[in-house]
């Protein structure tokens, strides 16, 4: 059995050397390197066309998100390029993953699962099958269920517009029978196009996204070295952007098993907020104690705006945990007797335990 690479194809580059190219197609430039072909297929699974190469902003071929046309939110880790079906919105077929030799488990992203003005959903199921064609795992993404929230780009923001979206799939057994897998729209609404990106065609990622709906500032909690593999150390950066508290401040990160029941938004409260006194705060992650893992202490105080204060979280070496999502929001205390935000809650971190 030949193992493909254990690597992420971001799309950004060719194996070969060389940028990709904004509708370029691709159909076996992986296939050396990581032992994987790309087609759109019909209900059928007849060839329809080759996929093509995305790149964020104009032309508008993929989706329409929060900061414009085929415009992650900031902090998704999915870098200038992604894989879409077409040259236009309008779902046109499945994506097929094609191996050369089987493996055992896959991860990747998909953009933008939202839900649209109308009330229609976006949905993708994502299936591992072996040699035969029977189902040997299944994924299903679909738009989160909440609020809709601003942007200061305007736009319909519908729940999940603009986030990646983590699948992860793997063989019950553990053995390689995983031969294709298949992206294939399941959801309601028109109008939609592809974007899949970070593909880690013979493991499980470590990743990390971002996500909150603009109540705690974007960039209040980041990723700053490391990694959420087994047996790997992740850094998390906790800052203020804003400044409101007092350098020398505390800051923490808490992770939990669940997002808060609004995700990819929070539930707010008074007080909670960066802003300023009294600005509300968003719980971007379950603090009931079945799902809440022990916080993370800082390493070193916080030093003020732009210089994030440095929370380690060791992943153990563990295989059971590879592929398991987890949640994690970031914290700050000012002790300051004075201090108008004596709390201060960050942007949510969403982590898949990679392999």
Same mark, same amino acid.
């Given at each position: 059995?030949?193992? =493909?690479?254990?690597?992420?194809?971001?799309?950004?580059? !060719?194996?070969?050397?060389?940028?990709?190219?904004?509708?370029?197609?691709?159909?076996?430039?992986?296939?050396?390197?990581?032992?994987?072909?790309?087609?759109?297929?019909?209900?059928?699974?007849? !060839?329809?066309?080759?996929?093509?190469?995305?790149?964020?902003?104009?032309?508008?071929?993929?989706?329409?998100?929060?900061?414009?046309?085929?415009?992650?939110?900031?902090?998704?880790?999915?870098?200038?390029? !992604? #894989?879409?079906?077409?040259?236009?919105?309008?779902?046109?077929?499945?994506? #097929?993953?094609?191996?050369?030799?089987?493996?055992?488990?896959?991860?990747?992203?998909?953009?933008?699962?939202?839900?649209?003005?109308?009330?229609?959903?976006?949905?993708?199921?994502?299936?591992?099958?072996? =040699?035969?064609?029977?189902?040997?795992?299944?994924?299903?993404?679909?738009?989160?269920?909440?609020?809709?929230?601003?942007?200061?780009?305007?736009?319909?923001?519908?729940?999940?517009?603009?986030?990646?979206?983590?699948?992860?799939?793997?063989?019950?057994?553990?053995?390689?029978?995983?031969?294709?897998?298949?992206?294939?729209?399941?959801?309601?609404?028109?109008?939609?196009?592809?974007?899949?990106?970070?593909?880690?065609?013979?493991?499980?990622?470590?990743?990390?996204?971002?996500?909150?709906?603009?109540?705690?500032?974007?960039?209040?909690?980041?990723?700053?070295?490391?990694?959420?593999?087994?047996?790997?150390?992740?850094?998390?950066?906790?800052?203020?952007?804003?400044?409101?508290?007092?350098?020398?401040?505390?800051?923490?990160?808490?992770?939990?098993?669940?997002?808060?029941?609004? !995700?990819?938004?929070?539930?707010?409260?008074?007080?909670?907020?960066?802003?300023?006194?009294?600005?509300?705060?968003?719980?971007?992650?379950?603090?009931?104690?079945?799902?809440?893992?022990?916080?993370?202490?800082?390493?070193?105080?916080?030093?003020?705006?732009?210089?994030?204060?440095?929370?380690?979280?060791?992943?153990?070496?563990?295989?059971?945990?590879?592929?398991?999502?987890?949640?994690?929001?970031?914290?700050?205390?000012?002790?300051?007797?004075?201090?108008?935000?004596?709390?201060?809650?960050?942007?949510?971190?969403?982590?898949?335990?990679?392999?």
């Amino acid at each position: 059995m030949k193992e =493909a690479d254990a690597q992420v194809i971001d799309f950004e580059t !060719f194996p070969a050397g060389g940028s990709t190219g904004d509708m370029e197609e691709i159909s076996n430039q992986y296939m050396q390197s990581a032992g994987v072909s790309f087609a759109i297929v019909d209900s059928e699974e007849k !060839f329809v066309r080759y996929p093509l190469i995305a790149k964020v902003g104009p032309p508008l071929t993929a989706f329409y998100g929060c900061p414009g046309e085929d415009q992650p939110l900031p902090g998704q880790g999915v870098g200038q390029s !992604f #894989l879409t079906d077409d040259d236009q919105l309008g779902y046109t077929g499945s994506l #097929l993953v094609t191996y050369a030799d089987p493996v055992v488990e896959a991860s990747g992203v998909i953009l933008d699962v939202d839900i649209h003005s109308t009330g229609q959903f976006e949905e993708w199921t994502v299936i591992a099958r072996n =040699a035969a064609g029977a189902t040997v795992d299944f994924d299903v993404i679909s738009a989160p269920v909440g609020p809709a929230y601003s942007c200061s780009a305007g736009g319909f923001l519908g729940p999940g517009d603009s986030l990646a979206f983590q699948w992860t799939l793997r063989s019950p057994a553990m053995i390689a029978e995983i031969q294709s897998i298949l992206i294939e729209f399941t959801g309601n609404a028109t109008a939609v196009g592809l974007a899949f990106d970070n593909f880690s065609p013979s493991s499980v990622g470590a990743a990390a996204t971002s996500y909150g709906c603009e109540v705690n500032p974007v960039g209040s909690l980041t990723v700053l070295a490391g990694s959420s593999s087994v047996g790997d150390v992740v850094v998390f950066g906790v800052d203020n952007p804003f400044g409101t508290q007092s350098v020398g401040s505390l800051p923490l990160v808490l992770l939990s098993l669940a997002a808060d029941a609004a !995700f990819p938004c929070g539930t707010q409260f008074p007080g909670l907020g960066m802003a300023g006194a009294g600005a509300p705060g968003e719980v971007l992650i379950d603090l009931g104690s079945a799902n809440l893992v022990k916080p993370f202490l800082f390493n070193a105080l916080w030093a003020g705006p732009g210089s994030p204060a440095p929370v380690l979280a060791a992943f153990p070496e563990a295989p059971e945990l590879v592929g398991l999502k987890v949640y994690a929001q970031g914290v700050i205390l000012d002790q300051s007797p004075s201090s108008a935000v004596p709390i201060g809650l960050t942007n949510g971190m969403a982590i898949v335990v990679g392999g």
